[in-house]
């Protein structure tokens, strides 16, 4: 059964502070990639991987940074939390296409609030 | 990079009936298609996909059109029922890239009454 998994489902922190956010994938996906997800703004990516070590910007990659030091993990890293980026934030994973897509299975979420 | 609008952005229906949601797309090379359904408090889940050397796709009630001259796709739902009630989001892949990386529409939130 296919897995990902998310460190927190809910997350509280503070203006300032460094917030890491932990996916871990057991399907041995080359793609891993980092969404936040606000009303009426769909799913954006902040950023993705295509390998260990590997990454490129998203749409919104401001503010962020990650981390891919094995294959099966990817962090998103909020270097000093602000209010604005209180979201939902979604991993997912795939598999590495030779023809532009695959499906993506997505983590349950984690919810950070920063106050 | 690619840009994916997606209407409406709420959609009511009575059970029973069908429901349509649109999607535009701005690049070209775009390939691969699918729409996510998302349900109150899970995570999206894949419910069917299309690729650009096809106009159509079904499974079940659900179907899903594709018209690469106009870049636009369509999900459709027939014979809706209350479970149907979810987000649902459309997505196109970034053409030219192997890496899988997708741009999401906006979300319609689908609701149908019993």
């Known amino acids: 059964d296919v897995k990902v998994t998310q460190s927190s489902r809910y997350l509280v922190k503070r203006t300032g502070e460094k917030v890491f956010l932990e996916c871990v994938q057991d399907?041995?996906?080359?793609?891993m990639f980092w969404y936040r997800q606000d009303p009426g703004l769909g799913l954006r990516l902040i950023y993705f991987?295509?390998?260990?070590?590997?990454?490129e910007k998203g749409d919104i990659p401001e503010g962020y940074s990650v981390s891919r030091e094995k294959k099966e993990r990817f962090s998103l890293i909020l270097e000093s939390a602000s209010t604005n980026q209180t979201s939902m934030y979604l991993c997912?994973?795939?598999?590495?296409?030779?023809?532009?897509?695959?499906?993506?299975?997505f983590g349950p979420g984690t919810r950070l609030t920063v106050l | 990079g690619e840009n994916v609008e997606q209407h409406p952005s709420t959609l009511s229906v009575q059970e029973g009936d069908s429901a349509v949601i649109k999607c535009t797309y701005s690049?070209?090379?775009?390939?691969?298609f699918p729409w996510y359904k998302q349900e109150l408090g899970k995570r999206p889940q894949l419910i069917i996909d299309?690729?650009?050397?096809?106009g159509e796709k079904k499974d079940q009630r659900i179907a899903v059109t594709l018209n690469k001259t106009a870049k636009h796709f369509s999900l459709h739902i027939t014979e809706t029922q209350p479970e149907d009630s979810a987000v649902y989001f459309c997505?196109?892949?970034?053409?030219?890239?192997?890496?899988?990386?997708?741009?999401f529409g906006q979300g319609t939130i689908l609701t149908v009454h019993p």
């Open positions: 997912a994973s795939s598999l590495l296409s030779g023809f532009g897509g695959h499906e993506q299975f």
């Open positions: 399907m041995d996906h080359e793609n």
């Open positions: 991987s295509y390998d260990v070590k590997m990454k």
């Open positions: 690049d070209s090379a775009s390939n691969y």
């Open positions: 299309i690729r650009s050397n096809v």
């Open positions: 997505a196109a892949n970034a053409g030219g890239t192997s890496y899988g990386k997708l741009t």
